[in-house]
């Protein structure tokens, strides 16, 4: 179906950003991009800065780029990701957490061009130090204090404590020079005025560190060859201007605290804003590797040969068995891809008004996504057998950063549970409406407005058990803690529903706007296979409460089993749709003849 890539291109990839996409493409295949075995962690990491420093020469974020519109910075981290997960974290540290936060809380004060400057011209490596080893993601407790000297018009930075030291920042490197946006404690005659950032330099121009500063080297991660450092700050100095305090605060002639907005938790929040940027980044970016490993299994599928009753071999792509993972991995890929996207554009036209709500689902959505996607991965890494246990094709690699992403700006179950606390509260959030009327037997399953409607009712009933429980347990005298305790399993239930919802609704609006029959029919079969598998997961719920039938619970795997089967002839041209091309992924197993690949690798060993 050769129209299928340029029909489909609409829902998966940003047109705006179309000519800088092949810029991108084009500079992965430098041959400096290329894998490279038996290198240490030390090497690794040298080679991420190496690239990161070729990115910026040949692609160039400007500061309009991080603030105003940030297309083409989500476009670089999905496709970077997709060969250097190390060089993608460099890159959200760098221009979303580091460059944004001096860019947003300093917003129309010239008196920091010169730290833009340097960031922007990439002469300095910015990091974010926020995480302390004593709080996790309890960012809000934090203990590192920066307290105000008013005679000499400087903040003093100092950690007081082990349980206090930043965990983990890319400090460690030598060499390297680094200017970081560091989360403390602001204290202003004697009063605790709550977290703000302030900027600090780390290590100088030459990448040694700055005096006060110290930093512990931690050890090796698997792929995430970052140079993480526990770092700590023993009274260093700086100037007025190096505090990030937005448009709420400021000091006073007198150099007393001022600020409209009288709710440190409030100043918090906008101080930890650009984590949502980041967040969006990098869900980004796991959702593309998961596009290239179902590129990258399918090729193989297609290619590897296996025994067949009744004739000499057949490729593995035609059991049913290896479809149900596959293409069950290439419909979640499409399901994230158009939820991403979704997740871009709320995001881009936020507000004062919904700020609240958004970030509610982008955060609902960067753990949904991430755990989908790490999911599928596992799959596809199965599917492949014994060659998907090696690096160079990619796979196991994309399943470490999965690992990494899950955790990396907000841990998942954190974030999630937050998110459902402000569900059950009514905060930034309103129960899905019920259909008018709901006939399992004679519904299908595969039809998409049963299905919404399936997902809106077990979000809504999940909700309403969860508040009346709750509500009982208050009632009962009950202490809150316990009562919270009691049902936090139930509320990242809750969450997770409602992230799963929204990406089969989204998923179906980007079907709807599918204008030829053809590719509609092939990309709605993919939309189906995702909707069921969530649904064959959770099928004793819906039977529990009547929202399907017992035929629809005995049929639904053979409704699986079918949609493959429908799925099969169109498989290539789904994934071509992705723009994906193993001149830059170099994986020897999506080449057309991957044992070729491999005898043109030329390392063998032989006694003549």
Known sequence: MTTLPRE??????????????EEIKSLLQ???????????CAEQTRASYERLALVHERLPIRCKDVLEDPRRLFALHEWVGTVDGTLMTLLAIHYSLSLGSILQHGRDRDDLDDYVKELEEMSTIGVFLATEQGFGNNVGRLETTAVHDPERREFVIHTPGPRARKFMPNTGLRGVPKLAIVMARLRVADEDHGVFPFIVRIRDARGELCPGVQVQPLGDKPVYSL?????????????ERNWLHGASSRLDEQGRFESSEPSRNRRFMDAMDRVQLSRIALCGSIVSVLRAAVFIATRYSHARKTFAVGRPEAAIIEYRNHQRDLFGSLATAYALTVGTRYMQRSYMSIDDESRGAVSQILAILKAVSTYAAQDELFRCRERVGAVGLFDENRIPVYLNQAQGLITAEGDNHLILMKAAREMLSGVGYEMPELPSELDPEAASLVDAEYTIALFRIRERKLCLEVRESMEKAFAAGREPFAVWNDHVNAALRLARARGERVLIEQFHGAVERIEEPETRA????LRALHALQLLARDTGWFLAEGLVSTTHAKTIELEIDELCRLILPDAEALVDAFGISNDWLRAPIAEEDYVAAYERRGRCESNG
Do not use: K, M, Y
């Open 522 to 525: 092939a990309v709605e079969r």
């Open 227 to 239: 140079d993480n450092a526990i770092t700590w700050f023993d009274q260093v100095r700086v100037p």
């Open 8 to 21: 489909i291109e609409p829902i998966l990839h940003e047109a705006e950003v179309a000519d800088f996409v």
């Open 30 to 40: 430098d041959p400096r991009f290329a894998f490279r075995e038996g290198l240490s």
